[in-house]
Antibody, heavy 121, light 107 residues
Framework: EVQLVESGGGLVQPGGSLRLSCSVS????????LHWLRQAPGKGLEYVSA????????HYAASVKGRFTISRDNSKNEVSLQMTSLRVEDTAVYYC??????????????WGQGTMVTVSS | DVQMTQSPSTLSASVGDRVTITCRAS??????VAWYQQKPGKVPKLLIY???TLQSGVPSRFSGSGSGTEFTLTISSLQPDDFATYFC?????????FGPGTKVEIK
């Protein structure tokens, strides 16, 4: 079964750091680009970051570029999002997701359950 | 980024109604549009991709159409399970962007 399971969310002060992880089922880890998206409370969906299946290509939304880093650990079938210099406006549910296809731009067909990040003093 | 807008933002309808939601892009996105359904506290669910292709397992009462900059999601006969928020998404160019959502409420 294709599964994505996020962890690592929590409460952090402005300016702080947090690392999110997404455990990915083996059947998809090596074949699909993996993504982070977020949804602020009561708001819409925002694309955050992506990493290609071989880790050679990474993409960041302008709102997080320079502050967030995406990576993947092949030994653990895991993709991570290291978040630094966090701001109140980064407060959101963070989802891990995969494309319907492989690495090309596509719709998102599988989503994790999400992990909540709250940035507040 | 390509801006996506949706109308209406809220829609009140009854079971059995035909419902249409419109999504507009700030520039042409060809046919690279998807639609998602999200219920409160739940994960978005892919309904339609490439403008009109139904995702596996999605009921045939859902359909999509459009091209270029204007797209529609239609529910032919609204069912109790369909009361939710619907988002469109373009994936023609990076970064993928989403519309603000349309909430379908019980009339």
């Amino acid at each position: 079964e294709v599964q994505l399971v996020e962890s690592g969310g929590g409460l952090v002060q402005p300016g702080g750091s947090l690392r999110l992880s997404c455990s990915v089922s083996r059947s998809i880890f090596n074949n699909y680009a993996l993504h982070w998206l977020r949804q602020a409370p009561g708001k819409g969906l925002e694309y955050v970051s992506a990493i290609s299946s071989n880790g050679g290509s990474r993409h960041y939304a302008a709102s997080v570029k320079g502050r967030f880093t995406i990576s993947r650990d092949n030994s653990k079938n895991e993709v991570s999002l290291q978040m630094t210099s966090l701001r109140v406006e980064d407060t959101a549910v963070y989802y891990c997701a995969k494309y319907l296809g492989g690495n090309s731009l596509d719709a998102f067909d599988v989503w994790g359950q999400g992990t909540m990040v709250t940035v507040s003093s | 980024d390509v801006q996506m807008t949706q109308s209406p933002s809220t829609l009140s309808a009854s079971v059995g109604d035909r419902v249409t939601i419109t999504c507009r892009a700030s520039q042409s996105v060809n046919n690279w549009v998807a639609w998602y359904q999200q219920k409160p506290g739940k994960v978005p669910k892919l309904l339609i991709y490439e403008t009109s292709t139904l995702q596996s397992g999605v009921p045939s009462r859902f359909s999509g159409s459009g091209s270029g900059t204007e797209f529609t999601l239609t529910i032919s006969s609204l069912q109790p399970d369909d009361f939710a928020t619907y988002f469109c998404q373009q994936y023609n160019v990076y970064s993928p962007t989403f519309g603000p959502g349309t909430k379908v409420e019980i009339k």
